[in-house]
């Protein structure tokens, strides 16, 4: 069974930073792409940034180009989203998915001083 | 960006009823592969998203077949036969096409 478990959310004061994790299991990780999408609260979805299975390939919604960063680790199982500079619009629950197929339960990040 | 627009934004249905949820792209969504990158979602109250049809017509793994996907290009219809009550959230088209991948404005279920 497909499990994705997100972690690392919070309430984080504006120009602050905060990293995600998304403990992946029940599928070969590392022969998948990954996608961070978000959803404000109320509101739909938002996809945020999308990393391939070897890393070579990563893209990112203009709207946090040069302040988050995706990676993985492939022998953890494990994809990331370091969030630096944040702002009260990135208060969401951020969600990762295993293309739209799967995903996980999402983990709640609240910008606001 | 590809802007997926979704029509109506809700329906209010009766158990039992048939319905039909619209969503047009503004460009073909057809990959270089051949093959079209169009997705069908639920949100259930509560819940994350859940995949119900992908490439347009597919049905996700474990999916009721009173779920149906249609279209090609850039014209797509979801319908939802016979209504249960478990089918009531908001459903989202998604294309995964394109960079950025962009997803309709939802469509609310309701029950009458």
């Known amino acids: 069974e497909v499990q994705l478990v997100e972690s690392g959310g919070g309430l984080v004061q504006p120009g602050r930073s905060l990293k995600l994790s998304c403990l992946a299991s029940g599928f070969t990780f590392s022969n998948y792409g990954m996608n961070w999408i978000r959803q404000a609260p109320g509101k739909g979805l938002e996809w945020v940034a999308s990393?391939?299975?070897?890393?070579?390939?990563?893209y990112y919604a203009d709207t946090v180009k040069g302040r988050f960063t995706i990676s993985r680790d492939n022998a953890k199982n494990t994809l990331y989203l370091q969030m630096t500079s944040l702002r009260s619009e990135d208060t969401a629950l951020y969600y990762c998915?295993?293309?739209?197929?799967?995903w996980g339960q999402g983990v709640m990040v609240t910008v606001s001083s | 960006d590809v802007v997926m627009t979704q029509t109506p934004p809700s329906l209010s249905v009766a158990i039992g009823q048939s319905v039909s949820i619209s969503c047009k792209s503004s460009q073909s969504l057809v990959y270089s592969d051949g093959k079209t990158y169009l997705h069908w979602l639920l949100q259930s109250p509560g819940r994350s998203p859940k995949r119900l049809i992908y490439q347009v017509s597919n049905l996700g793994s474990g999916v009721p077949d009173r779920f149906s996907g249609t279209g090609s290009q850039k014209d797509f219809t979801l319908k939802i036969s016979r209504v249960e009550a478990e089918d009531l959230g908001v459903y989202y088209c998604a294309q995964t096409t394109h960079f950025p991948y962009t997803f309709g404005a939802g469509t609310k279920l309701e029950l009458k």
């Open positions: 998915a295993m293309g739209v197929s799967y």
């Open positions: 990393i391939s299975s070897s890393s070579s390939y990563i």
